[in-house]
């Protein structure tokens, strides 16, 4: 095209050139210039005008900083740096919490699905192969919404695993820990044994790995016939400022053992100023060593239906505020210790050693007692001591008493070896 032009312009400037010569020439006659064939043809198949090509966008930079560190998925949602992370449904693969990310439990956040009815064992070991692993980085610090909790269902695993410099802390949104009952708390759920739910029997059937008894605190199931399950590991985690209250007999702990076999490691761990108690095992044979429950408004340690399990270690010391009364239950005990039957299996049985309960003021305005043992439940407690209660000590009765209604009838082996 633009060749063409050019040609024409030549032309029709030599035309004029030789016009004015001949203004100024003597020659006898005109020259005549004849351009033929000046029809431009414009269309696109004459053009021979190079295309323009656009220039594609710059590639993407790669994410960096934290953006880079993350992993995405569906149930986190991180803002624009990275630096929140919010947790919320069903953490359905195995993922790592990183200590440099202020992650928010949003509502109740379970990991895995082992929360279903089981009907089978095929349909149990599918649930253990397809359970999830949730690993938190030592030096983490979990924060929840006022609705928030962790609920670790049966076949999936907690490894908080942390050392004494560096602990993995649990709490609520706010930037202080001295709070009660601004969130749920965290609950692990397994296959070990407890007695049926309502009824007098172990939870499973002759021959079957599983049962499905509703816990407190959520409704989820747990329970089964795996003394050694594993859920994972707790050490060195502290948990606070927990606590719901969902109905009567119905709360959710700082942290909540049902169900959990002794493959489980539990360890340097500390509840502080839960609304309920501080650690709960509904049967299951968990063990825990070296714990410190602190300002807890109902029982430190409580065990029940079913319990076969070692504690050792422990410092307990109730709320020293002076004249505190209990915020959300009427029993502020250093240690409970339930069983509903002699004829229940397996019967509770615990054995704790080298514990330590201190009273304070909440406990004593509710005229409680530093350790009650009832029901059925066998015990042994070894070099313990119990202070600072103003009724007594312990307290270690049945539910049947004698015609008086006040001597206990204890038809179940306690030991108390060094005790004072």
Same mark, same amino acid.
């Given at each position: 095209m633009r060749s063409k032009h050019f040609c024409i312009g030549s032309l029709i400037a030599l035309g004029i050139a030789l016009s004015g010569c001949d203004g100024n020439s003597e020659s006898a006659g005109d020259i005549s210039v004849t351009v033929?064939?000046?029809?431009?043809? #414009?269309?696109? %198949?004459?053009? %021979?005008?190079?295309?323009?090509? #656009?220039?594609?966008?710059p590639t993407p930079e790669?994410? +960096?900083?934290?953006?880079?560190?993350?992993? #995405?998925? +569906? $149930?986190? %949602? @991180?803002? #624009?740096?990275?630096?929140?992370?919010?947790l919320a449904g069903t953490i359905d693969t195995d993922y790592t919490l990183l200590s440099e990310v202020q992650y928010i439990l949003s509502g109740q956040v379970n990991v895995g699905s082992g929360d279903v009815e089981i009907t089978s064992q095929a349909q149990m070991n599918a649930i253990i192969a397809a359970g999830v692993t949730l690993t938190v980085e030592p030096g983490s610090h979990v924060k929840a919404t006022n609705d928030g909790s962790l609920i670790v269902?049966?076949?999936?695993?907690?490894?908080?695993?942390?050392?004494?410099?560096?602990?993995?802390? @649990? +709490?609520?949104?706010?930037t202080d820990l001295d709070g009660m009952g601004e969130w749920g708390g965290v609950v692990i759920q397994g296959f070990a044994p407890q007695y049926g739910q309502g009824g007098t029997g172990v939870c499973y059937n002759e021959g079957e790995g599983w049962c499905n008894v509703l816990g407190e605190g959520g409704g989820f199931r747990y329970g089964g016939n795996l003394p050694a399950d594993d859920s994972g590991i707790i050490r060195y985690v502290r948990i606070a400022e927990g606590g719901f209250i969902v109905g009567p007999n119905d709360e959710i702990n700082g942290l909540t053992l049902q169900g959990v076999g002794h493959g489980t490691v539990i360890e340097y761990v500390q509840v502080h100023a839960n609304l309920d108690d501080g650690i709960e095992w509904f049967g299951g044979t968990a063990n825990v060593k070296y714990a410190v429950l602190t300002h807890n408004d109902d029982d430190d340690i409580d065990f029940d239906e079913g319990y076969?399990?070692?504690?050792?270690?422990?410092?307990?010391?109730k709320n020293q505020t002076?004249?505190?009364?209990?915020?959300? +239950?009427n029993d502020p005990r250093g240690i409970e210790l339930n069983s509903s039957d002699d004829d229940y299996t397996p019967e509770t049985a615990g054995t704790l050693a080298n514990i330590t309960v201190i009273g304070g003021d909440a406990a004593n305005a509710a005229g409680e007692f530093g350790m009650r043992l009832r029901g059925s439940v066998t015990a042994q407690i070894h070099n313990s001591a119990v202070s600072g209660y103003d009724v007594t000590c312990a307290r270690i009765d049945d539910s049947d008493h004698d015609s008086d209604s006040t001597t206990a009838k204890i038809d %179940?082996?306690?030991?108390?070896?060094? $005790?004072?």
């Open positions: 033929e064939g000046d029809t431009i043809d #414009e269309s696109v %198949t004459n053009n %021979t005008t190079t295309p323009v090509v #656009e220039t594609p966008d790669a994410p +960096s900083g934290l953006c880079a560190q993350v992993v #995405e998925a +569906s $149930f986190v %949602t @991180f803002n #624009e740096d990275c630096s929140q992370g919010t269902t049966r076949g999936s695993k907690l490894v908080a695993d942390a050392y004494a410099a560096s602990p993995i802390t @649990f +709490s609520s949104l706010d076969q399990g070692n504690i050792q270690y422990a410092l307990i010391i002076p004249g505190a009364t209990p915020v959300g +239950s %179940t082996p306690i030991t108390l070896q060094n $005790f004072l």
